[in-house]
């Protein structure tokens, strides 16, 4: 079977966090290269399971745009994460008071919010999977000291994330509404991680 353009990784770039969880393999965080990754973040965002990424009609030319621009920002930042150097999922974070999440609570010092979209599964789902995935996720977040609570806002609709959200330690925040959806806020202390 040959790989194809969506599944395997581009040259390897220099990982902001790289760590082994036993049983997955080695994980990598590496920065989004707009250019290089367009296609494979285009071919993820338009996937009906992604609805909730909010970019399902989202041309190709559109996709480029909007990680381009996230690139050029110093308060957010777009990465893939690579297990054993297969993307397996599109990561981003953001500061939140130069977010408009941030115009909808009340920031404390140390907030860094989080998106997280998994890549389409290639074959069965793999128990434990997600648990580890998001274990080097909150790793590197919180690798930070200035990072003491990781802010998430998933649609209300998307019951699945919020649950795995609430299973991994994040307490119920408001629901509150952003320009593109109803959201609920979800937090996750460094302490009771």
């Given at each position: 079977?040959?790989?194809?353009?969506?599944?395997?990784?581009?040259a390897?770039?220099?990982?902001?966090?790289?760590?082994?969880?036993?049983?997955?393999?080695?994980?990598?965080?590496?920065?989004?290269?707009?250019?290089?990754d367009?296609?494979?973040?285009?071919?993820?965002?338009?996937?009906?399971?992604?609805?909730?990424?909010?970019?399902?009609?989202?041309?190709?030319?559109?996709?480029?745009?909007?990680?381009?621009?996230?690139?050029?920002?110093?308060?957010?930042?777009?990465?893939?994460?690579?297990?054993?150097?297969?993307?397996?999922?599109?990561?981003?974070?953001?500061?939140?008071?130069?977010?408009?999440?941030?115009?909808?609570?009340?920031?404390?010092?140390?907030?860094?919010?989080?998106?997280?979209?998994?890549?389409?599964?290639?074959?069965?789902?793999?128990?434990?999977?997600?648990?580890?995935?998001l274990?080097?996720?909150?790793?590197?977040?919180?690798?930070?000291?200035r990072?003491?609570?990781?802010?998430?806002?998933?649609?209300?609709?998307?019951?699945?994330?919020?649950?795995?959200?609430?299973?991994?330690?994040?307490?119920?925040?408001?629901?509150?509404?952003?320009?593109?959806?109803?959201?609920?806020?979800?937090?996750?202390?460094?302490?009771?991680?």
């Open positions: 079977m040959t790989p194809d353009a969506h599944t395997t990784a581009p390897r770039r220099e990982a902001v966090w790289e760590q082994v969880v036993e049983g997955f393999g080695a994980f990598r965080i590496v920065p989004v290269d707009p250019q290089a367009v296609d494979l973040i285009h071919s993820w965002v338009t996937e009906e399971r992604a609805r909730f990424w909010g970019m399902l009609d989202a041309s190709r030319e559109r996709v480029l745009e909007i990680y381009d621009y996230l690139d050029g920002l110093t308060t957010h930042h777009a990465y893939l994460v690579h297990r054993d150097d297969r993307p397996v999922a599109l990561f981003q974070t953001y500061e939140p008071e130069a977010d408009p999440v941030g115009e909808c609570y009340d920031v404390r010092p140390g907030d860094f919010g989080v998106h997280l979209l998994l890549g389409p599964a290639t074959g069965e789902g793999e128990r434990g999977f997600t648990p580890a995935l274990s080097v996720l909150l790793a590197y977040a919180f690798s930070d000291p990072h003491t609570r990781i802010v998430a806002e998933p649609d209300t609709r998307n019951d699945k994330v919020i649950d795995r959200m609430l299973r991994t330690g994040f307490t119920l925040g408001p629901e509150i509404d952003l320009p593109d959806k109803r959201a609920r806020l979800l937090f996750l202390t460094r302490d009771h991680r």
